[in-house]
């Protein structure tokens, strides 16, 4: 396999973003990262993205978005793992350029949520419709099953589930891009309405429109692109049981344990080695337990790593240093790549108030329904 | 729903038949073509006992558009005696009492009305045990 890298990202802001449809934000994510590289065509285009038929009606995403970036002809497909679709999309984009396929090719994540579709029937197609579904769950409801599992094994408060959100928005604050850029209080979070208990309002990601392009090839080419590459050390990848009912440990996620070994493997670094990392932060609980089964916490121990302030910038390991999910916005498809491109910002030194100093080494996490798929990148500074 | 569909789900969804694994005695619940421990695929049928525990649980406030009328309302998953895990809804009582070990007993009730016009699905939902 050949050593791949990053060049350029582009990213639209998260929001509900109203005069723009699902082909204008692809176009404008895109063409930022090509303008950026200075590359009129590419090699392959994949699409990351999870529901354009049941959020607008569109399929047959790959050769749309092609044409309509002035690149009708190239192979260009969609690649759907519900949430993860972004993260799929990009370890797609490096298997393809480190198999020595392709040269140039571009991962775009994209998502139009905002425009009429009932957002929480059609988020629900990525749990089990025959044994979850059917019984009147909806998304929050499963996390809220996740952190319910999790205070009774650890003894997990909500409080320690207020401080995600308060943290992510703390950052999400210093992000031109993100959809709520502003502060919450601890009492803020706990006296907002309950969607699923224990999950209130603001432990809750945004329904949100974005999209968020990364563009890969061959590291030896790199320089010919950008004076500043990013290498993609590792990509770990994996499932696990697709109903919550299915698996032992409904707090443990499995799929993320297995994604992060592989990518740590892969990358011959460990835990202790990332400097920054975005992860899933769907609902709050979702970043806890993602940061126990990735060995940046013990069992239990990831509501008082975060209560601490070491997952806040300045801290030891900053986490979602992008406001993450909940403050950034969620635009499904678009998240995994949006988290790259973050931690591109970041080994970039450009992440401007968010930046944190020295960063070399970091890591993103992006998860597909109640964590039956999970897929983790390392990325390090050349 | 298509009515195919509702029909083809019926064993499990209404008499509570689940798969016991010749091989490794795992029970799955709905029954599969292939048992997700051993990789088997010779089975036994079997009804599940009517009672089971809670393993965790959550109360819908905001709820999808089918369920709207019912909300706020309790959903667990719960494991029977056989080892089957399944989510259920725990009906009468109140929902803030419904947690990690309450024991229920399965009731076979109407689940929800698809529109006006739609068919009405059954299936079960947990009781509080007397």
Same mark, same amino acid.
């Given at each position: 396999m050949r050593e791949v890298a990053i060049v350029s990202a582009g990213m639209t802001p998260f929001?509900?973003?109203?005069?723009?449809s699902l082909r204008d934000l692809f176009v404008q994510a895109a063409r930022e990262a090509l303008d950026a590289a200075q590359v009129?065509?590419?090699?392959g285009i994949y699409v990351g993205n999870m529901s354009g038929g049941q959020f607008?009606?569109?399929?047959?995403?790959g050769p749309l978005m092609a044409d309509h970036l002035g690149m009708a002809g190239v192979p260009a497909v969609r690649v759907e793992s519900a949430c993860a679709s972004g993260g799929v999309a990009l370890r797609t984009a490096f298997l393809e350029v480190a198999s020595g396929m392709s040269d140039l090719v571009l991962a775009v994540g994209v998502e139009?949520?905002?425009?009429?579709?009932d957002v929480t029937n059609v988020l629900a197609t990525?749990?089990?419709?025959?044994?979850?579904?059917?019984?009147?769950?909806?998304f929050p409801g499963l996390y809220a099953m996740i952190a319910r599992a999790h205070m009774k094994t650890y003894g997990t408060t909500e409080e320690d589930l207020a401080a995600v959100a308060v943290k992510n928005h703390r950052h999400g604050?210093?992000?031109?891009?993100?959809?709520f850029r502003l502060e919450v209080t601890i009492e803020q979070v706990m006296n907002s309405s309950l969607v699923a208990a224990p999950l209130r309002l603001l432990h809750c990601s945004p329904v949100s429109d974005g999209a968020a392009a990364l563009l890969l090839c061959p590291l030896e080419r790199a320089m010919e692109f950008t004076d500043r590459p990013v290498k993609i050390r590792g990509s770990g990848f994996a499932t696990a049981?697709?109903?919550?009912?299915?698996?032992?440990?409904?707090?443990?996620l499995e799929a993320v344990n297995h994604s992060a070994t592989r990518a740590y493997e892969m990358a011959g670094v460990?835990?202790?080695?990332?400097d920054v990392a975005e992860v899933?932060?769907?609902?709050?609980i979702a970043e806890l337990c993602v940061l126990e089964a990735m060995g940046f916490a013990s069992p239990g121990g990831a509501g008082d790593l975060t209560r601490s302030g070491e997952?806040?910038?300045?801290?030891q390991l900053p986490v979602?240093?992008?406001?993450g999910l909940k403050s950034k916005g969620h635009p499904v498809g678009a998240t995994g790549i949006a988290q790259a491109a973050e931690i591109f910002e970041q080994l970039r030194g450009e992440?401007?108030?968010r930046q944190v100093k020295n960063a070399t080494i970091g890591l993103t996490q992006n998860m597909g329904g109640s964590g039956a798929s999970s897929v983790v990148h390392i990325f390090e500074r050349v | 729903m298509p009515s195919p569909r509702y029909w083809r789900e019926?064993?499990?969804?209404?008499?509570l038949e689940a798969a016991r694994c010749k091989g490794c005695g795992k029970v799955s619940y709905p029954a599969r073509? !292939?048992? *997700?421990?051993?990789?088997?695929m010779a089975f036994e049928s079997i009804r599940l006992s009517r009672r089971a525990t809670v393993v965790t649980s959550t109360v819908i406030h905001v709820a999808p558009a089918d369920f709207q009328m019912e909300a706020p309302y309790a959903l667990a998953i719960v494991q029977t005696p056989e080892g089957a895990r399944m989510m259920v809804q725990i009906a009468?009582?109140?929902?803030?009492? !419904?947690? *990690?070990g309450l024991e229920v007993a399965l009731e076979f009730r109407?689940?929800?009305?698809?529109?006006?016009?739609g068919i009405l699905c059954y299936g079960h939902k947990g009781v509080p045990a007397r």
């Open positions: 929001g509900e973003l109203w005069q723009s009129k065509r590419v090699d607008v009606g569109q399929e047959h995403l139009k949520m905002n425009d009429g579709a990525a749990a089990d419709q025959e044994t979850e579904v059917y019984h009147g769950v909806t604050k210093l992000n031109p891009k993100a959809q049981p697709f109903a919550l009912a299915d698996r032992a440990d409904p707090a443990f460990g835990a202790d080695d990332i899933h932060d769907c609902f709050a997952t806040t910038l300045g801290g979602n240093t992008s406001g992440a401007g108030e | 019926i064993p499990n969804r209404l008499r073509l !292939v048992c *997700p421990s051993c990789n088997g009468d009582c109140d929902p803030a009492d !419904v947690g *990690p109407r689940i929800k009305q698809e529109g006006q016009s």
